[in-house]
């Protein structure tokens, strides 16, 4: 990346778009272009187009998605698949049209098949049937994936698209129930003034988290060394237990109550940790422990609660 030219990052208040200006910020970049969501509605394709034909920015980071935790997923499916397919159309013809440099698209493990061999492999993609709960958000994104190598197959369009394993980290969503599941946990168990805490399914399931920030340090590294639409996994290394993070994340909130398990709500997909040797063969690898950004988190947490009540 040139570091004078401009970037624009969608989504640059949520979860990974906040820690990508960041890290732009930290490299020196000074030419960073945002938008509110109350100024560009991205699901106006005119707006959009007229965006782009104004800022001509020559990188592009796609962190604009709605997202949610396993509830949100299955319970508002049709928000999900239009929504995330209509703001990806949108981004992605703009850039093409408007002749940005290099396009960056973020995905989500869960457009991998429910029972993939493990540790999942970029190829595994469209070799089975998905998790029923998040269906629809991973049918969004796959058509994201494949709209961006449709336009370097037809058109030449750089991009790259990196497909990170679940995330957390400061700016993420810590509802209850619409949030991811660590900040969804540390809100639960903040909120339950010692009494019983209880989650889906039974804890046996295996996930793989990723720091927001590590996430934002490998998009940068990415799009510098990717450019014909190449699906890229990007992950900690670090599997863990559903019911293990209950209990790691209860000690850094310093919750001691109960933690309970509702068997008859579903599990999700049995286990997915990523292969992202692709990117880590080119010398990328991330910063953070899960321990430490779970402390990381929970600061972040407290601190902005503790301002809201100010």
């Not at 698949?81 to 440099?101: D, G």
């Amino acid at each position: 990346m040139d570091i004078s030219k401009k970037v624009y990052v969608a989504g640059h208040r949520g979860l990974v778009g906040s820690a990508i200006v960041k890290v732009l910020q930290k490299k020196g970049f000074k030419n960073i272009v945002t938008r509110t969501r109350n100024e560009l509605d991205l699901l106006d394709q005119k707006a959009v187009s007229k965006f782009f034909e104004s800022e001509r920015p020559a990188y592009v980071f796609d962190a604009a998605a709605k997202v949610g935790g396993i509830y949100a997923n299955d319970t508002y499916s049709a928000d999900f698949i239009y929504e995330n397919i209509q703001i990806q159309n949108n981004l992605i013809h703009s850039a093409w049209q408007f002749e940005v440099e290099n396009f960056l698209f973020l995905g989500s493990v869960c457009i991998y098949p429910k029972f993939a061999e493990v540790p999942v492999k970029e190829e595994s993609l469209l070799t089975g049937h998905l998790e029923p709960t998040n269906d629809a958000y991973a049918i969004a994104k796959i058509s994201g994936i494949k709209m961006l190598q449709a336009y370097h197959k037809q058109y030449g369009m750089k991009s790259v698209c990196l497909m990170p394993s679940n995330l957390y980290g400061p700016g993420d969503n810590f509802h209850p129930d619409n949030g991811h599941v660590i900040p969804a946990m540390i809100r639960k168990f903040e909120d339950s003034m010692g009494s019983k805490v209880t989650f889906w399914g039974d804890g046996s399931a295996k996930r793989e988290f990723l720091y927001s920030e590590d996430l934002a340090d490998a998009c940068v590294f990415a799009i510098d060394k990717f450019e014909n639409g190449e699906l890229i996994n990007v992950g900690s290394g670090e599997n863990i237990s559903i019911k293990d993070l209950a209990n790691k994340v209860a000690s850094v909130v310093r919750y001691n109550g109960e933690i309970g398990w509702d068997t008859s709500r579903p599990n999700g997909t049995p286990n997915r940790p990523l292969d992202n040797s692709k990117i880590t063969d080119l010398g990328w690898k991330p910063k953070h422990t899960l321990s430490e950004g779970l402390r990381k988190t929970y600061e972040w947490y407290v601190t902005e609660t503790y301002l809201e009540t100010i």
